[in-house]
Protein backbone atom coordinates (compact mmCIF):
# COMPACT_ATOMS: atom_id res chain seq x y z
CA UNK A 1 0.00 0.00 0.00
CA UNK A 2 1.31 3.66 -0.59
CA UNK A 3 0.42 4.56 2.70
CA UNK A 4 2.33 2.21 4.28
CA UNK A 5 5.08 3.31 6.79
CA UNK A 6 7.95 2.11 8.67
CA UNK A 7 9.04 3.93 11.87
CA UNK A 8 12.56 3.77 12.18
CA UNK A 9 13.31 5.99 15.21
CA UNK A 10 17.61 5.80 14.30
CA UNK A 11 16.90 6.76 10.94
CA UNK A 12 14.99 9.83 11.49
CA UNK A 13 17.68 11.16 14.01
CA UNK A 14 20.01 10.87 11.76
CA UNK A 15 18.10 12.49 8.73
CA UNK A 16 16.10 14.24 10.54
CA UNK A 17 17.58 17.48 8.66
CA UNK A 18 16.56 21.55 8.06
CA UNK A 19 15.01 21.69 4.87
CA UNK A 20 12.40 23.19 2.34
CA UNK A 21 9.28 21.46 1.65
CA UNK A 22 8.77 21.77 -1.74
CA UNK A 23 5.62 23.85 -2.82
CA UNK A 24 7.70 24.52 -5.58
CA UNK A 25 11.23 24.30 -6.78
CA UNK A 26 13.77 26.58 -6.92
CA UNK A 27 12.23 27.30 -3.75
CA UNK A 28 11.09 30.68 -2.81
CA UNK A 29 14.75 31.68 -1.08
CA UNK A 30 16.10 31.64 -4.69
CA UNK A 31 13.52 34.48 -5.43
CA UNK A 32 15.12 38.01 -6.47
CA UNK A 33 14.38 41.74 -7.19
CA UNK A 34 15.75 40.90 -11.13
CA UNK A 35 12.29 39.57 -11.63
CA UNK A 36 9.69 42.55 -12.59
CA UNK A 37 6.11 43.06 -13.92
CA UNK A 38 8.13 43.10 -17.24
CA UNK A 39 8.50 39.14 -16.79
CA UNK A 40 5.04 38.83 -15.59
CA UNK A 41 3.12 40.28 -18.60
CA UNK A 42 5.57 38.14 -21.11
CA UNK A 43 4.26 34.70 -18.99
CA UNK A 44 0.73 36.17 -18.80
CA UNK A 45 0.91 36.30 -22.67
CA UNK A 46 2.32 32.64 -22.97
CA UNK A 47 -0.33 31.60 -21.12
CA UNK A 48 -2.88 33.14 -22.60
CA UNK A 49 -1.63 31.90 -26.00
CA UNK A 50 -1.41 27.78 -24.98
CA UNK A 51 -4.83 28.65 -23.39
CA UNK A 52 -3.71 26.98 -19.54
CA UNK A 53 -6.35 26.46 -17.37
CA UNK A 54 -5.57 28.80 -14.21
CA UNK A 55 -5.59 28.85 -10.49
CA UNK A 56 -6.30 31.45 -8.33
CA UNK A 57 -4.82 31.94 -4.83
CA UNK A 58 -6.10 34.93 -3.34
CA UNK A 59 -4.64 36.38 0.14
CA UNK A 60 -6.66 38.16 2.93
CA UNK A 61 -3.86 39.18 5.79
CA UNK A 62 -6.12 40.32 8.54
CA UNK A 63 -7.12 38.45 11.42
CA UNK A 64 -8.54 40.07 14.47
CA UNK A 65 -6.31 38.11 16.87
CA UNK A 66 -2.48 37.16 17.12
CA UNK A 67 -1.73 33.50 17.07
CA UNK A 68 1.77 33.36 18.67
CA UNK A 69 3.07 30.37 16.65
CA UNK A 70 2.18 31.71 13.14
CA UNK A 71 4.54 32.54 10.74
CA UNK A 72 2.24 33.72 8.18
CA UNK A 73 2.21 37.35 5.85
CA UNK A 74 -0.93 38.86 8.18
CA UNK A 75 -2.10 42.61 9.54
CA UNK A 76 -3.48 42.16 13.19
CA UNK A 77 -6.27 44.78 13.86
CA UNK A 78 -9.47 44.66 15.36
CA UNK A 79 -10.43 47.62 13.00
CA UNK A 80 -12.66 46.08 10.18
CA UNK A 81 -12.87 49.46 8.26
CA UNK A 82 -9.19 48.46 6.67
CA UNK A 83 -10.63 45.46 4.70
CA UNK A 84 -12.07 48.06 2.22
CA UNK A 85 -8.95 50.21 1.09
CA UNK A 86 -7.31 47.01 0.50
CA UNK A 87 -10.00 45.15 -1.38
CA UNK A 88 -10.11 48.49 -3.75
CA UNK A 89 -6.20 47.56 -4.51
CA UNK A 90 -6.87 43.44 -5.12
CA UNK A 91 -10.14 44.38 -7.23
CA UNK A 92 -7.44 47.04 -9.45
CA UNK A 93 -4.80 44.31 -9.29
CA UNK A 94 -7.46 41.48 -10.43
CA UNK A 95 -8.38 43.54 -13.47
CA UNK A 96 -4.84 44.50 -14.37
CA UNK A 97 -4.34 41.01 -14.29
CA UNK A 98 -6.86 39.56 -16.00
CA UNK A 99 -6.69 42.22 -19.15
CA UNK A 100 -3.31 40.32 -20.12
CA UNK A 101 -5.49 36.70 -20.26
CA UNK A 102 -7.92 35.23 -22.09
CA UNK A 103 -11.54 35.16 -20.94
CA UNK A 104 -11.92 31.60 -22.00
CA UNK A 105 -9.35 30.48 -19.96
CA UNK A 106 -11.09 28.53 -17.20
CA UNK A 107 -10.20 28.83 -13.15
CA UNK A 108 -10.14 24.98 -12.15
CA UNK A 109 -9.16 25.87 -8.49
CA UNK A 110 -10.01 28.76 -6.22
CA UNK A 111 -8.17 29.35 -2.96
CA UNK A 112 -9.21 32.37 -0.03
CA UNK A 113 -5.85 32.18 2.21
CA UNK A 114 -4.74 34.58 4.74
CA UNK A 115 -4.85 35.50 7.42
CA UNK A 116 -8.49 35.41 7.88
CA UNK A 117 -10.29 34.94 4.84
CA UNK A 118 -13.18 35.90 6.84
CA UNK A 119 -12.55 38.16 8.02
CA UNK A 120 -14.28 40.06 5.42
CA UNK A 121 -17.92 40.84 5.74
CA UNK A 122 -20.56 39.14 3.95
CA UNK A 123 -20.93 42.12 1.72
CA UNK A 124 -17.10 42.38 0.98
CA UNK A 125 -16.46 38.38 0.44
CA UNK A 126 -19.83 39.60 -2.16
CA UNK A 127 -18.31 42.01 -3.58
CA UNK A 128 -14.68 40.56 -4.14
CA UNK A 129 -16.53 37.14 -5.60
CA UNK A 130 -18.35 39.49 -8.00
CA UNK A 131 -15.05 41.35 -9.27
CA UNK A 132 -13.41 37.67 -9.48
CA UNK A 133 -16.14 36.66 -11.58
CA UNK A 134 -16.12 39.81 -14.16
CA UNK A 135 -12.64 39.55 -14.80
CA UNK A 136 -12.00 35.60 -14.46
CA UNK A 137 -13.92 32.40 -16.26
CA UNK A 138 -15.19 30.17 -12.61
CA UNK A 139 -16.88 27.75 -13.11
CA UNK A 140 -20.65 27.63 -12.12
CA UNK A 141 -21.31 23.89 -11.94
CA UNK A 142 -19.61 23.36 -8.85
CA UNK A 143 -16.92 21.10 -10.53
CA UNK A 144 -14.07 23.64 -9.57
CA UNK A 145 -11.70 23.17 -6.19
CA UNK A 146 -12.79 26.53 -4.66
CA UNK A 147 -11.20 26.58 -1.45
CA UNK A 148 -11.22 28.72 1.84
CA UNK A 149 -8.93 28.75 4.91
CA UNK A 150 -11.84 28.76 8.02
CA UNK A 151 -11.33 29.93 11.41
CA UNK A 152 -14.04 28.56 13.62
CA UNK A 153 -14.41 31.79 15.87
CA UNK A 154 -14.68 33.73 13.32
CA UNK A 155 -17.22 31.68 10.82
CA UNK A 156 -21.03 30.93 11.68
CA UNK A 157 -24.36 28.88 9.45
CA UNK A 158 -24.82 32.09 8.22
CA UNK A 159 -21.43 32.33 6.93
CA UNK A 160 -20.89 29.05 5.71
CA UNK A 161 -23.95 29.61 3.82
CA UNK A 162 -22.68 32.50 2.39
CA UNK A 163 -19.55 30.81 1.03
CA UNK A 164 -21.49 27.82 -0.75
CA UNK A 165 -23.40 30.39 -2.30
CA UNK A 166 -20.28 32.22 -4.08
CA UNK A 167 -19.36 29.00 -5.08
CA UNK A 168 -16.93 27.43 -2.85
CA UNK A 169 -17.10 23.94 -2.31
CA UNK A 170 -13.75 22.83 0.32
CA UNK A 171 -13.05 23.98 3.28
CA UNK A 172 -9.68 23.87 5.37
CA UNK A 173 -10.08 24.84 9.18
CA UNK A 174 -7.58 26.03 11.47
CA UNK A 175 -7.30 24.03 14.70
CA UNK A 176 -4.09 23.22 15.71
CA UNK A 177 -5.19 21.90 19.28
CA UNK A 178 -7.52 21.62 21.42
CA UNK A 179 -6.08 21.58 25.01
CA UNK A 180 -6.98 24.65 26.63
CA UNK A 181 -3.29 24.90 28.39
CA UNK A 182 -1.73 24.94 24.86
CA UNK A 183 -4.01 26.85 23.38
CA UNK A 184 -3.43 29.54 26.18
CA UNK A 185 0.02 29.59 25.26
CA UNK A 186 -0.46 30.20 22.23
CA UNK A 187 -3.24 33.00 21.99
CA UNK A 188 -5.61 30.89 20.63
CA UNK A 189 -8.72 29.80 22.64
CA UNK A 190 -10.82 27.86 20.41
CA UNK A 191 -13.77 25.03 21.67
CA UNK A 192 -14.41 21.79 20.10
CA UNK A 193 -18.01 22.80 20.14
CA UNK A 194 -17.12 25.87 17.57
CA UNK A 195 -15.39 23.64 15.43
CA UNK A 196 -17.70 20.86 15.42
CA UNK A 197 -20.15 23.62 14.39
CA UNK A 198 -18.55 24.87 11.53
CA UNK A 199 -17.73 20.80 10.23
CA UNK A 200 -22.09 20.27 11.07
CA UNK A 201 -22.38 23.36 8.64
CA UNK A 202 -20.00 22.49 6.02
CA UNK A 203 -21.44 19.21 5.65
CA UNK A 204 -25.54 20.09 5.84
CA UNK A 205 -24.32 22.27 2.84
CA UNK A 206 -22.63 19.65 0.75
CA UNK A 207 -18.95 21.13 1.06
CA UNK A 208 -17.03 18.69 -0.65
CA UNK A 209 -14.01 18.80 1.41
CA UNK A 210 -13.15 19.45 5.28
CA UNK A 211 -9.84 19.62 5.72
CA UNK A 212 -8.05 20.44 9.73
CA UNK A 213 -4.72 21.91 10.22
CA UNK A 214 -3.42 20.43 13.58
CA UNK A 215 0.28 21.64 14.66
CA UNK A 216 2.32 19.85 16.87
CA UNK A 217 5.17 20.65 19.40
CA UNK A 218 3.29 23.50 20.83
CA UNK A 219 4.50 24.79 24.22
CA UNK A 220 2.58 22.89 27.40
CA UNK A 221 1.88 20.00 24.42
CA UNK A 222 2.40 16.44 25.64
CA UNK A 223 2.54 13.23 23.38
CA UNK A 224 -1.13 12.25 25.85
CA UNK A 225 -3.07 15.48 25.54
CA UNK A 226 -2.16 16.03 21.74
CA UNK A 227 -3.09 11.76 21.53
CA UNK A 228 -6.46 13.27 22.52
CA UNK A 229 -6.44 16.20 20.49
CA UNK A 230 -5.89 13.54 17.55
CA UNK A 231 -8.69 11.59 18.81
CA UNK A 232 -11.18 13.81 18.59
CA UNK A 233 -10.51 15.44 15.30
CA UNK A 234 -11.13 11.53 14.38
CA UNK A 235 -14.17 11.42 15.50
CA UNK A 236 -15.30 14.82 13.63
CA UNK A 237 -13.99 12.31 10.31
CA UNK A 238 -12.55 15.14 8.04
CA UNK A 239 -11.89 13.99 4.42
CA UNK A 240 -8.02 15.94 5.19
CA UNK A 241 -5.51 16.02 7.75
CA UNK A 242 -2.39 18.53 7.98
CA UNK A 243 -0.20 17.53 11.03
CA UNK A 244 2.49 20.42 10.89
CA UNK A 245 5.54 20.43 12.72
CA UNK A 246 6.07 23.86 14.86
CA UNK A 247 9.15 25.58 13.57
CA UNK A 248 10.30 27.65 16.74
CA UNK A 249 12.21 30.57 14.75
CA UNK A 250 11.70 33.90 16.50
CA UNK A 251 14.63 35.37 15.49
CA UNK A 252 12.44 35.20 11.97
CA UNK A 253 8.94 35.51 13.62
CA UNK A 254 8.29 37.85 16.15
CA UNK A 255 4.95 36.69 17.33
CA UNK A 256 6.67 33.52 17.99
CA UNK A 257 9.17 35.98 21.02
CA UNK A 258 5.87 35.47 22.66
CA UNK A 259 6.42 31.53 23.40
CA UNK A 260 7.99 30.80 26.81
CA UNK A 261 10.99 28.50 25.23
CA UNK A 262 10.91 26.14 28.40
CA UNK A 263 7.50 25.45 27.42
CA UNK A 264 8.21 23.58 24.61
CA UNK A 265 8.21 19.95 24.11
CA UNK A 266 11.25 17.76 24.25
CA UNK A 267 12.90 16.73 20.18
CA UNK A 268 11.85 12.99 22.03
CA UNK A 269 8.68 14.29 23.23
CA UNK A 270 7.76 15.85 19.32
CA UNK A 271 9.08 12.29 17.62
CA UNK A 272 6.49 10.74 19.98
CA UNK A 273 3.81 12.61 19.19
CA UNK A 274 3.91 11.87 15.58
CA UNK A 275 4.78 8.14 15.85
CA UNK A 276 1.39 8.55 17.90
CA UNK A 277 -0.43 10.39 15.63
CA UNK A 278 0.26 8.32 12.57
CA UNK A 279 -0.47 5.07 14.43
CA UNK A 280 -4.14 6.99 15.75
CA UNK A 281 -4.78 7.96 11.67
CA UNK A 282 -3.72 5.02 9.88
CA UNK A 283 -5.63 2.87 12.56
CA UNK A 284 -8.74 5.24 11.87
CA UNK A 285 -8.38 4.65 7.96
CA UNK A 286 -6.60 7.21 6.71
CA UNK A 287 -3.98 6.90 3.82
CA UNK A 288 -0.45 8.67 4.61
CA UNK A 289 -0.08 11.12 1.55
CA UNK A 290 3.03 12.62 2.49
CA UNK A 291 4.48 15.39 3.85
CA UNK A 292 2.20 15.97 6.90
CA UNK A 293 -0.76 15.05 4.76
CA UNK A 294 -3.25 12.54 5.38
CA UNK A 295 -6.62 11.70 3.73
CA UNK A 296 -9.28 9.44 3.62
CA UNK A 297 -9.15 6.45 0.41
CA UNK A 298 -12.06 7.86 -1.53
CA UNK A 299 -10.54 11.49 -1.72
CA UNK A 300 -8.82 12.87 -4.80
CA UNK A 301 -5.35 13.22 -3.24
CA UNK A 302 -5.33 9.36 -2.37
CA UNK A 303 -6.82 8.52 -5.56
CA UNK A 304 -4.56 10.88 -7.63
CA UNK A 305 -1.07 9.50 -5.90
CA UNK A 306 -2.79 5.77 -6.67
CA UNK A 307 -3.00 6.97 -10.15
CA UNK A 308 0.49 8.46 -10.14
CA UNK A 309 -0.80 12.51 -11.10
CA UNK A 310 -0.63 14.15 -7.89
CA UNK A 311 1.08 17.09 -7.85
CA UNK A 312 2.52 19.60 -5.95
CA UNK A 313 2.85 23.46 -5.88
CA UNK A 314 2.24 26.82 -3.44
CA UNK A 315 -0.78 25.47 -2.02
CA UNK A 316 0.96 21.94 -1.19
CA UNK A 317 -0.74 18.89 -2.47
CA UNK A 318 -3.18 19.05 -5.43
CA UNK A 319 -4.51 17.53 -8.30
CA UNK A 320 -4.04 21.01 -10.83
CA UNK A 321 -0.37 21.40 -10.80
CA UNK A 322 -1.23 21.80 -14.48
CA UNK A 323 -2.93 25.15 -14.58
CA UNK A 324 -0.97 28.24 -13.88
CA UNK A 325 -1.14 29.74 -10.78
CA UNK A 326 -1.64 33.15 -10.02
CA UNK A 327 -1.28 34.85 -6.78
CA UNK A 328 -3.50 38.05 -6.11
CA UNK A 329 -3.03 40.49 -3.02
CA UNK A 330 0.01 41.13 -0.64
CA UNK A 331 2.80 38.58 -0.97
CA UNK A 332 1.16 36.34 -2.92
CA UNK A 333 2.87 34.04 -5.32
CA UNK A 334 2.18 33.15 -8.49
CA UNK A 335 3.48 30.35 -11.12
CA UNK A 336 2.52 30.63 -14.72
CA UNK A 337 4.68 28.23 -16.63
CA UNK A 338 8.50 28.48 -15.96
CA UNK A 339 8.48 31.94 -14.06
CA UNK A 340 8.00 32.21 -10.23
CA UNK A 341 6.92 36.13 -9.09
CA UNK A 342 5.59 37.33 -5.56
CA UNK A 343 4.12 40.42 -4.74
CA UNK A 344 5.32 43.22 -1.99
CA UNK A 345 4.92 41.40 1.65
CA UNK A 346 4.46 44.51 2.71
CA UNK A 347 1.01 46.14 2.98
CA UNK A 348 1.72 50.28 2.55
CA UNK A 349 3.66 49.27 -0.61
CA UNK A 350 1.28 46.52 -1.91
CA UNK A 351 -1.42 49.48 -1.98
CA UNK A 352 0.44 52.15 -2.62
CA UNK A 353 1.72 50.89 -5.91
CA UNK A 354 -1.54 49.36 -7.10
CA UNK A 355 -3.02 52.69 -6.28
CA UNK A 356 -0.91 54.74 -9.32
CA UNK A 357 -1.72 51.28 -11.11
CA UNK A 358 1.31 49.62 -11.27
CA UNK A 359 1.36 45.84 -10.19
CA UNK A 360 3.23 45.17 -6.79
CA UNK A 361 5.33 42.46 -8.52
CA UNK A 362 8.59 42.66 -6.30
CA UNK A 363 11.01 39.94 -6.70
CA UNK A 364 10.92 35.92 -8.34
CA UNK A 365 12.40 33.54 -10.52
CA UNK A 366 12.84 32.28 -14.18
CA UNK A 367 13.69 28.61 -14.15
CA UNK A 368 16.64 27.72 -16.30
CA UNK A 369 17.11 24.23 -17.82
CA UNK A 370 18.45 22.53 -14.97
CA UNK A 371 15.63 24.10 -12.43
CA UNK A 372 13.19 22.59 -14.58
CA UNK A 373 15.08 19.11 -14.37
CA UNK A 374 15.27 18.85 -10.78
CA UNK A 375 12.24 20.09 -10.56
CA UNK A 376 10.31 16.99 -12.38
CA UNK A 377 12.90 14.83 -9.98
CA UNK A 378 11.62 15.91 -6.74
CA UNK A 379 8.08 16.41 -7.85
CA UNK A 380 7.72 12.87 -8.70
CA UNK A 381 9.46 11.74 -5.30
CA UNK A 382 7.41 13.92 -3.29
CA UNK A 383 4.54 12.89 -4.49
CA UNK A 384 4.61 9.47 -5.86
CA UNK A 385 7.53 7.97 -3.83
CA UNK A 386 9.24 6.90 -6.39
CA UNK A 387 11.38 7.76 -10.11
CA UNK A 388 11.87 6.09 -13.30
CA UNK A 389 14.85 7.63 -15.04
CA UNK A 390 13.41 6.74 -18.32
CA UNK A 391 10.66 9.36 -17.80
CA UNK A 392 13.36 12.29 -16.99
CA UNK A 393 15.90 10.81 -19.74
CA UNK A 394 12.81 10.96 -22.12
CA UNK A 395 11.71 14.27 -21.38
CA UNK A 396 15.14 16.15 -20.60
CA UNK A 397 17.15 14.46 -23.14
CA UNK A 398 19.73 12.96 -20.17
CA UNK A 399 21.41 9.97 -19.28
CA UNK A 400 19.94 10.40 -15.49
CA UNK A 401 23.30 8.52 -13.78
CA UNK A 402 25.25 10.22 -16.34
CA UNK A 403 23.96 13.95 -15.11
CA UNK A 404 23.33 13.20 -11.58
CA UNK A 405 26.75 11.19 -11.08
CA UNK A 406 28.23 12.89 -8.55
CA UNK A 407 25.02 12.36 -6.29
CA UNK A 408 25.14 8.36 -6.45
CA UNK A 409 27.25 8.43 -3.31
CA UNK A 410 24.73 9.95 -1.40
CA UNK A 411 21.65 8.00 -3.43
CA UNK A 412 23.84 4.93 -2.57
CA UNK A 413 24.28 5.54 0.98
CA UNK A 414 20.48 6.34 1.54
CA UNK A 415 20.33 3.11 0.13
CA UNK A 416 22.35 1.36 2.68
CA UNK A 417 20.45 3.07 5.38
CA UNK A 418 17.02 1.85 3.73
CA UNK A 419 15.28 5.13 3.00
CA UNK A 420 15.34 4.46 -0.92
CA UNK A 421 15.64 1.50 -3.29
CA UNK A 422 17.89 2.21 -6.02
CA UNK A 423 19.01 0.57 -9.43
CA UNK A 424 19.32 1.27 -12.10
CA UNK A 425 15.99 2.12 -13.70
CA UNK A 426 14.47 3.98 -10.83
CA UNK A 427 14.64 5.18 -7.02
CA UNK A 428 11.71 3.92 -4.88
CA UNK A 429 11.54 5.81 -1.47
CA UNK A 430 11.20 2.44 0.82
CA UNK A 431 8.20 2.59 4.33
CA UNK A 432 11.29 3.82 6.04
CA UNK A 433 11.69 6.73 3.96
CA UNK A 434 8.75 8.30 3.51
CA UNK A 435 8.58 10.32 6.69
CA UNK A 436 11.97 11.89 5.49
CA UNK A 437 10.99 12.04 1.74
CA UNK A 438 12.28 16.18 2.15
CA UNK A 439 16.23 14.74 2.90
CA UNK A 440 15.78 12.18 0.09
CA UNK A 441 14.57 15.60 -2.11
CA UNK A 442 17.30 17.72 -0.54
CA UNK A 443 19.88 15.42 -2.49
CA UNK A 444 18.95 17.28 -5.96
CA UNK A 445 18.67 20.65 -4.54
CA UNK A 446 21.33 22.41 -6.55
CA UNK A 447 20.84 25.60 -4.17
CA UNK A 448 20.16 24.08 -1.14
CA UNK A 449 24.05 24.35 0.36
CA UNK A 450 24.03 28.45 -0.94
CA UNK A 451 22.04 29.13 2.03
CA UNK A 452 21.81 28.73 5.63
CA UNK A 453 19.42 25.58 6.75
CA UNK A 454 18.09 28.05 9.82
CA UNK A 455 15.57 29.05 7.08
CA UNK A 456 14.26 26.23 6.95
CA UNK A 457 11.93 23.79 9.11
CA UNK A 458 12.98 20.17 9.94
CA UNK A 459 12.13 17.37 8.56
CA UNK A 460 10.19 15.95 11.85
Known amino acids: MLDAIRWDT???????LAGPRYTSYPTAVQFN????????????????????????????????????????????????????????????????????????????????????PTFLSHDELRQLMAHLR?????????????????????????????????????????????DPAVQRAVNRLQSLEETRAVIDAARTLQFRSINIDLIYGLPRQTPENFARTVEEVINLQPDRLSVFNYAHLPERFMP?????SNELPTPAQKLEMLQRTIEQLIGAGYRYIGMDHFALPDDELAIAQEESTLQRNF???????????????????????DLYCQNSSDLNHYQNTLASMQLATSRGLLCNADDRLRRAVIAQLICNFS???????????????????????????MAKDGLIELDRDRITILPAGRLLVRSVCMVFDAYLEQHSRQRFSRVI
Not at 10 to 15: E, M, Q
Not at 315 to 337: E, K, R
Request: glycine content about 10%.
Open 315 to 337: QGYTTHGHCDLIGLGVSAISQIG
Open 256 to 260: QRRIN
Open 134 to 178: KHFNLLDDDSGDYGIEIDPREADWSTMGLLRELGFNRVSIGLQDL
Open 387 to 413: LEFSDIEQAFNIDFQGYFGELWPQLQG
Open 10 to 16: DLIRRYD
Open 33 to 116: SQVGTFDLFHALRDSRKAQRPLSLYVHVPFCANICYYCACNKVITKDRGRAQPYLQRLEQEIQLIACHLDPTQKVEQLHFGGGT
